[in-house]
């Protein structure tokens, strides 16, 4: 009898667990595509808006705490790459350029498809893994 609760509790703490992993992982994916809309949106309309430039503000805060709240280092990592991309991508491609910004160049297309790509499988993998 003792080993049959020992085993259901056992059971039913390793499903919490995975169930909280789902949330964490359904948060983080949320809070990137919030992010990579805001992103375009302002690229799109510019940062003469305060709404659009609040918008990205708060996309940008949100995204931050999910991955953090998924307590992984890989998945941060992944995360923080990912960030820094689409920041660079929608932020410098086709401004005009700050002498200051000649060390930072903005990435490609594959090159921002490859760390979605990566910041999803890390995802995946965490969800899977804990």
């Known amino acids: 009898m003792f080993t049959a609760y020992v085993t259901a509790e ?4 390793r499903n919490r667990n995975a169930e909280r992993r789902k949330r964490r992982v359904d948060r983080a994916t949320e809070s990137c595509d919030r992010v990579e809309a805001a992103y375009a949106k302002y690229r799109v309309t510019g940062d003469a808006t305060p709404e659009t430039s609040h918008e990205l503000a708060a996309a940008s805060r ?22 820094d991309a689409m920041r660079a991508y929608y932020l410098l491609f086709g401004q005009p350029r700050d002498p200051l910004d000649d060390a930072i160049t903005a990435p490609t297309v594959a090159e921002m498809e490859a760390k979605s790509a990566q910041f999803g499988v890390a995802l995946r993998s965490y969800e899977e893994n804990g």
């Open 10 to 13: 056992f059971v039913g703490r």
């Open 62 to 83: 949100a995204f931050a705490r999910a991955i953090e709240g998924c307590n992984d280092t890989w998945v941060r990592q992944r995360a923080a790459a990912y960030a």
